[in-house]
Structure formats: structure tokens, C-alpha cells
């Protein structure tokens, strides 16, 4: 079997542009278009819907390698590193704190040079010791020749499937020069396709013992970064690829297998990446619901116990609402609150449930309903075909000659 990076031509990868003029023009319009609706959802908002979009991010990365991470965890790790609120989160562990490091340095630093220095800081965050659960891996540095020929597969052991086999280590000095020096100049390229691009590139020449897919991605997204202009994130390309995970896996075999003519991999990395944003509204329907519903009560601002228990109604809210339970969250007497709540009512942001009495309770209304996001379908994960797929691991042979 010949791989893409043992081709004469390689590492000069070539695609068709005409080919991907119109899916790249479409997907930089959705792009353009959806950060634009981020951009008027005020500090707030933004900060809320970038919180959700990187503790997604990070937590499906991992997952597409079989790791699962404590997504509350993960969000207490970002929320503390963006300065946000982490009441009520549990403190993250040391695997999610080493990931989360990668991730925000990656997108939140985009504009600065992807250095060998700065992927060697990555994997040491990301692989936080130098003990895998069976053998001992080199940390902060390329694979060395002696672990022998570094191995994608999957199956059970003793029937793996060998997907690829990467360059030896013997090369990748030179190779990873000329990933770096590409990456950190062609300023003609359309940032998007240099995504797609150095994603593949990246994987291809396998540089560490592990990790390579979570840093393949985080540079993927620090290309993205760079193309939407900022820091925030507002999509989430690895949630996608992690609901995509077969043919993600498919189609990076086949480009590996293939010439180093990559346009159907940049194909479907441009409808994946599309298909991402459209996924956003599922993943912020939170956010956005709260949006809207500021946007509809704008003539006539609520006080402010009222935003107060409508943010708790907007967020993890469990059961209904009582008067009581207003008067205490708000911290106001029971009169204020059935002031404060019959406005409410009469503005259709909150709705009265059928019980009356001393059973009198409320949930959120008119308002509420009509703010939900609009066509998102059946959420991010209602095709998710994870579970039907082998888990690929990095892997080499102790031994073996390369």
C-alpha cells in the first residue's frame, strides 16, 4: 500500500478550484451571515453562546478519539479562564484542564505563528504525563525512531485494521518545517481552505505519539478563527465531525490512500464546516431563545427582579414558577412579586398553568415560545452515528523496524 506522503510529489498537495469556488462561496456566506447575528447579541449573550460552542468543542474533540470528558467540567475550566461565572461547577481535573489550554490557546492567540515550540507546549498540556495506560510516550516532542512505525487502526486487538501508517520518524524534522512555514505564510490562501488543508496535512504526518487528531483539529480551528476575524467562537466544526465520525474517518483514509489531489477532502471538510454553522442554532437554542425574547419585551424594559428570574426560567430551570419561589430569588416581599409577576403575565412572557388556588404556579409564556430558534431540526445529535463506530487509537509496535 502507497500512502499520499510517500508520493514523489509530496508534500505539494493540489486541489481543483474551480470545483470548490461555489461550496467555498456558500459556506463563507453562512459563515459571514451567522457571525453577524452573534455579533448583536450584546457582551452578554456572546460570551454565554461562546462559553457553550468551546465546552462543546473540547468535549466532542476528545470524544471522536473515545475520550469522555465531564462536559461540566470542561465548562468550569473555560468559564474560569474567560473570567465568566463557575458557581455551581465542579473543579475540572487535570485531562480536561490540559485540553482546555490547547483549545483556548488556539483560538483565542490565532493571529500569533503556529510554532514547533508552541504544539509541543499542546501535547504537553494535552498528555499531562509521560505514562500512557500501557507503555511510556514521549511528551513535548516528535515521536522518536525508536517506538517504531506509528499506526492508525481500529478493531479488537490481534484483528486491528491498519487505516494508515504515517511517515517515519526519521523525517519529521523536515516535514514538520515545511507544514510551519506554509502554515504561518501563504496569506493568499482563503483561510477556510487553509483549514481544510492543514487539517489533512497535519494528521498525514502524524507527528506525535498521541494526540494527533485532537491537535489536527485545534489547528483546523485556529485557521477558522482566523477566517471569522475573532477569538469567540459561535460553531462548533468538532461537534460536527464527532456527529459525522464514520465518514470522517473515510474520508481522510481515502485522501491517505489517494494522489496528492485532495479536492473531495476539502469538499467534505467545506460541507461539514457548512452543515456545523446550520447545527449552531440546536446547540444555542438557549441563548438564542433569550435573545429574542429581550429583543420582543424591548418596548417596555422589565425591572430588574424580573430579568433576574426570567434568566433563571432561560436557564436550568426545574419545575415552575410560584410567588414564593419569585419572591425568593428575587429577595423582594410576596406583593412585589405578584406586582412584578402579573405584569409578566399581561406581556405574555410568562403563561398561567390551569391549577389555581394555593397550586397557582407559572411557566414561561407567549413570548417564550415564539423566541425558539427556528429550523434546527432535531437538535446537534439527533443523527449522531458515533455509537455505531470502532474507536480509532494512535498506536506503534514496540519493536518494529520502520
Given amino acids: 500500500m502507497t500512502y499520499v506522503h510517500e508520493l514523489p510529489e509530496w508534500p505539494n498537495l493540489v486541489w481543483s478550484a474551480p470545483a470548490l469556488t461555489q461550496p467555498l462561496a456558500a459556506v463563507r456566506h453562512k459563515q459571514g451571515r451567522h457571525l453577524g447575528r452573534m455579533e448583536a447579541l450584546g457582551f452578554d449573550l456572546r460570551s454565554e453562546a461562546n462559553l457553550a460552542v468551546l465546552t462543546d468543542d473540547v468535549v466532542c474533540s476528545s470524544a471522536i478519539e473515545g475520550e469522555r470528558l465531564n462536559s461540566d467540567e470542561v465548562r468550569s475550566s473555560i468559564a474560569r479562564r474567560l473570567g465568566l461565572d463557575t458557581a455551581g461547577l465542579p473543579a475540572p481535573s487535570r485531562a480536561v484542564e490540559g485540553v482546555v489550554e490547547m483549545m483556548l490557546d488556539a483560538t483565542r492567540h490565532y493571529d500569533q505563528p503556529l510554532t514547533a515550540e508552541r504544539l509541543f507546549g499542546w501535547h504537553a ?4 504525563t509521560d505514562r500512557s495506560d500501557r507503555y511510556r510516550i514521549t511528551v513535548g ?53 487553509k483549514a481544510a488543508v492543514a487539517h489533512f496535512w497535519f494528521v498525514t504526518i502524524h507527528p506525535f505519539v498521541d494526540g494527533n487528531g485532537r491537535i489536527a483539529r485545534a489547528i483546523a480551528d485556529m485557521a477558522l478563527a482566523r477566517s471569522d ?8 466544526m ?40 446550520d447545527a449552531s442554532d440546536g446547540l444555542l437554542a438557549g441563548v438564542l431563545r433569550k435573545a429574542r425574547l429581550w429583543q420582543s419585551l424591548h418596548t417596555k424594559p422589565v425591572n430588574e427582579r424580573q430579568r433576574l428570574v426570567l434568566n433563571r426560567m432561560l436557564g436550568d430551570w426545574q419545575g415552575f414558577l410560584t410567588t414564593s419561589k419569585y419572591a425568593t430569588l428575587a429577595q423582594c416581599s410576596a406583593d412585589t412579586a405578584q406586582r412584578d409577576i ?32 427556528q429550523g434546527s431540526g432535531g437538535g446537534l445529535w439527533g443523527d449522531n452515528p458515533a455509537s455505531t463506530v470502532a474507536d480509532m487509537r494512535d498506536e506503534w509496535k514496540p519493536g518494529a523496524a520502520e
Fill in 342 to 373: 402579573k405584569d409578566l403575565l399581561e406581556r405574555g412572557a410568562l403563561g398561567q398553568n390551569e391549577a389555581g388556588g394555593r397550586s397557582t404556579s407559572y411557566r414561561l409564556g407567549v413570548l417564550s415560545e415564539n423566541a425558539r430558534p
Fill in 229 to 236: 476575524g475573532t477569538a469567540e467562537r459561535f460553531y462548533s
Fill in 141 to 193: 516532542a516528535w515521536r522518536e525512531p525508536a517506538a517504531g512505525p506509528m499506526q492508525v487502526v481500529s478493531g479488537p486487538l490481534g484483528r486491528e485494521r491498519i487505516h494508515f501508517q504515517a511517515p517515519v520518524a526519521d523525517r519529521l524534522d523536515g516535514e514538520m518545517r515545511r507544514f510551519l512555514d506554509w502554515f504561518n505564510g501563504s496569506a493568499d490562501l482563503d483561510p477556510v481552505l
Fill in 238 to 277: 468538532s461537534a460536527r465531525i464527532e456527529a459525522e465520525r464514520k465518514d470522517y474517518y473515510l474520508q481522510l483514509e481515502s485522501a491517505q490512500r489517494g494522489s496528492t489531489d485532495i479536492t473531495s477532502w476539502i469538499a467534505w471538510f467545506l460541507g461539514c464546516l457548512e452543515r456545523a454553522i
Fill in 125 to 128: 498540556a494535552l498528555i499531562p
